[in-house]
């Protein structure tokens, strides 16, 4: 078992910059890929970014490319979401997420655990 907790979402300006972390626990963290993923209102939840268990594979939804960086520490159990240039169409609520074996996130991967979420708002 996994337990995936996000933190640092709230409330920013267009333009801004949050930091996402997702603190894990449980299972050995290194054995999963992680992502994020986000859900806005009255909308599906869709693929933000991935990385790989080392962390040296990252793919990013072309929505966010150049703007958010995912990253990860195998040490310290999390992975991050740097947030940058943020724009009102990117208020969601943001998951992390781990799936099992190796590479990216592609569409219709298992999802092996899901956090609880983090909001993220962005204001015009």
């Known amino acids: 078992q996994v337990q995936l907790v996000e933190s640092g979402g709230g409330l920013v300006q267009a333009g801004g910059s949050l930091r996402l972390s997702c603190a894990a626990s449980g299972r050995i963290f290194s054995s999963y890929g992680m992502g994020w993923f986000r859900q806005a209102p009255g909308k599906e939840r869709e693929f933000v970014a991935s990385?790989?268990?080392?962390?040296?594979?990252?793919y990013y939804a072309d929505f966010v490319k150049g703007r958010f960086t995912i990253s990860r520490n195998n040490a310290q159990n999390t992975v991050l979401l740097q947030m940058n240039s943020l724009k009102p169409e990117d208020t969601a609520v943001y998951y992390c997420a781990a799936y099992s074996g190796g590479g990216s996130y592609y569409y219709g991967r298992q999802i092996d655990y899901w956090g609880q979420g983090t909001q993220v708002t962005v204001s015009s």
């Open positions: 990385i790989s268990r080392t962390g040296g594979i990252t």
